[in-house]
């Protein structure tokens, strides 16, 4: 796996470059930015509808002062389809799970807000 140390968003090997800010990628995964956090355990948020979106959720978590990163994930016909980051995980501490999903699922999606945010989802 490999990371943009800038936008903190971990893309597949394959991926040459960061498609949002055209950066080199560094191997590894942006968890590792977070040294002070420990061996904290990450666990992902719901799925969102694109990197776009993704990054919104991560500047929102970020204005909490919750540690997170994207991961992407490569769908459809992948990067020479132009599918890139159709898909991409907020990921979060384990201790900050509850607090950061609810900020997530705050904020409608900019379009078919239904599809990915179940509102039944988060009964726990
Ligand atoms: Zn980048």
């Known amino acids: 796996m490999r990371y943009c140390p800038i936008d903190l968003i971990d893309f597949d090997d394959e991926v040459d470059e960061c498609t949002e800010c055209g950066g080199p990628l560094v191997e590894g995964s942006a968890r590792e930015s977070f040294e002070d956090v420990g061996e904290e355990e990450w ?3 719901d799925p969102l509808p694109g990197l776009a979106y993704a990054k919104l959720v991560k500047e929102a978590l970020e204005g909490e002062e919750i540690p997170c990163y994207i991961e992407a994930l490569l769908a459809g016909g992948g990067l020479e389809a132009g599918y890139y980051g159709t898909q991409a995980t907020v ?4 201790s ?6 609810e ?4 904020m409608a999606p900019p379009d078919d807000d239904d ?3 179940d509102p039944d989802a988060d009964d726990f």
């Open 43 to 45: 666990v992902e948020l």
């Open 91 to 94: 990921m979060v501490q384990d």
């Open 96 to 101: 900050k799970f509850d607090e950061a999903l």
């Open 103 to 106: 900020i997530q699922q705050g």
């Open 115 to 117: 599809l990915l945010i």
